[in-house]
Structures are given as C-alpha cells and as structure tokens.
C-alpha cells in the first residue's frame, strides 16, 4: 500500500483518538440544586415587585467552559407591593443555556430589564427562544425574541 492510500486512514486514526482522550479527560459537568430565596425588584416596573418562589424543583449545571444551564421546575408569584391584591402566578421553568459568550432561554421565562438594559425597563414573560447579548458590565445591550411575550408590569399595574 502506498502512502497515497493510507495517510488519510492515519489521520482519521489520529484524529479520533485524540478526541476520544480529549473527551475521556474533559471535567464532566456539575449539576446542583438551585437554591432560590424570595426577593423584592425595585427598578423594572413603576412599582416595586415582590418575587415568592412557589415551587422549585430546578438544577443548574455547570461545565468547564464557563456554560452553565438552568432546568427544571420554577415557579413563582410576582406581587405588586403598592397593590398586594395584584398578583400574578407563573411558570418561569425555562431552560436557559448562559455562556462566556451568550445567553439563550427557552420555553417559559421571565426577562427582567432595567433602567439601562436595551427595551427597558419592564418584565416580560417569554414563551419561547429569547437570544440576550450583554455590555461588559452585565447591562442587555440587544434581546431577540422568537415568540410571543406579556409584559408583566401591566399585568400587575
């Protein structure tokens, strides 16, 4: 056999066996509860919001690269602290997905923005894939979302 005609097996070779020690060696993720307590948003909506966590059965996972993913069951109840009859009841479970580079939510989550944040300030309930892209100092510089969303704020004025 000439070396026309085995090379590129070899290089297959190689290259398999080099992901296969790349993944045997890679930290394998790390998945814990999250442990949310109740909180008070005071620069999102005309009014301040009381946050209750409901019900929570969520993880997050965490992997080397910086990714970290949230899942699972979260619920909540948003209560306006001016009004406390106005209150409303959701499922914030998501997933969301952040990365060194990105954040993504899926399924039903709550984008809270605030004074400084592109679209802000406001609370909004998505139900679908929202792409957030952030300044160097944490603010939401651009969000795009691919479904509906209900502004919380007037849900609870």
Known sequence: MTMRRWAPALLAAMFMSALAVGAAT??????E????EDFV???SCPFPVGFEITANNSYVT????GGVHFS??????LTNLDKPLKSLSLNISGPALVTPSSER?????LLILFPF???GPTMLLTTGRVDIIR????SIVEFTNRAPTKNVCAGLA
């Open 26 to 31: 890679a930290t394998p993720p790390e998945r």
């Open 33 to 36: 509860p999250a442990f949310l």
């Open 41 to 43: 948003v005071t620069d």
């Open 62 to 65: 965490s992997f080397s690269d």
């Open 72 to 77: 699972d069951k979260i619920f909540v109840r």
């Open 105 to 109: 939510l899926f399924g039903r989550g």
């Open 117 to 119: 944040d592109a679209g």
């Open 135 to 138: 300044a160097e100092d944490g």
